[in-house]
DNA sequence: TATGAAAGACATCATGT
DNA sequence: ACATGATGTCTTTCATA
């Protein structure tokens, strides 16, 4: 498996913090050799520890008001046919650019992370576009007013 | 407000797929004189259009076991005791390396969002940790089995 | 704001300790 | 794992339109 010691950690934790720093600045602030840096860097893309370089946006392009919305399908007689049917409403829900995430919950669940302009728009999104889909047992939503955690995650999913 | 135009949001498109293009690179793509290309880019880190420049860790680093916990406060006589208490409930959570992402919700929620390497652990964390939290009146946890979007999220916020 | 050219910085690789 | 140096590529700046 992997095995990651404390200088593949420091490295992972600085591009994390900025991917742009250059292999003569993360040496410099890590005491090491830049050939060194330069190897464990490459190292770790190779093994896929890195999986990629990304930007994250700033707030001006991102949704000022968010909810998670669990979506509870009503259970049909058919099992197959609710299978097709979640894979269907999850495809369908990806497709919305204020759709953030979407994923699935148990077998009749999904959970979808929404991003809007306002509340009124995020309200209206949730109850004309998601209430309205067919065969819904229960639509449970959780506004987001802050985090204390992750707030960075609305400025990576969020698309231009 | 921001003006993006076609040639931002190509930009901001590449650059988010890998931020690792060089300049020349995407100008090539883009059809467009690299000096344009690096004029254009300077500009959107300036507007604080690109926040930050980031790495996505590999799925081998990554949690295989997340769920969604709302849980929800017992409401106190006291209104400004249930203010500090949910402040103080979202901080400890935020502490632990297994909490993804932790967010406020209304005035007597949260929302976390929890990873670990496997379904036993990860119980054993909501029941052991957080329904063991004093004065909670409702914990409702909701298992995240794949994503149709938003996948890469818990390689971006996973620690190392 | 866009472009072209030129200078300097950087990553990359090979070789040797 | 580390050092050094050679090479080609990329970024950055500046003058000009």
Redesign the interface.
């Known amino acids: ?2 095995q ?1 010691d404390d200088l ?2 420091a490295i ?2 600085l ?6 720093l250059t292999i003569s600045e993360i040496a410099g602030r890590l005491g090491r050799p830049e050939s060194t840096v330069h190897f464990r860097i490459k190292k770790l893309q190779e ?15 991102q949704p000022k008001s ?1 909810a ?1 919305v ?1 979506i509870q399908a009503e259970t049909p007689i058919i099992e197959d046919f609710l299978e097709r049917y979640i ?1 269907y409403l ?2 369908t ?2 497709m919305f650019p204020n ?8 077998k009749a ?1 999904i ?1 979808a ?1 929404i991003g809007e302009e306002n509340r009124e728009k995020l309200n209206r999104f949730v109850d004309e576009t998601i209430r309205a889909l067919p065969t819904l047992k229960k639509v449970e939503v ?9 707030k ?2 609305v ?3 969020v698309g ?1």
């Open positions: 498996m992997i990651l593949d950690r992972l934790r591009l994390k913090e900025d991917a742009r093994q896929n520890v890195i999986d990629k370089y990304t930007i994250v946006l700033g707030e001006r392009l968010l998670i669990y894979l999850m495809k829900l990806s759709v953030l995430a979407v994923a699935r919950s148990g669940g959970i992370l959780f506004p987001i007013d802050s985090f204390t955690k992750g960075e995650i400025g990576f999913l231009v």
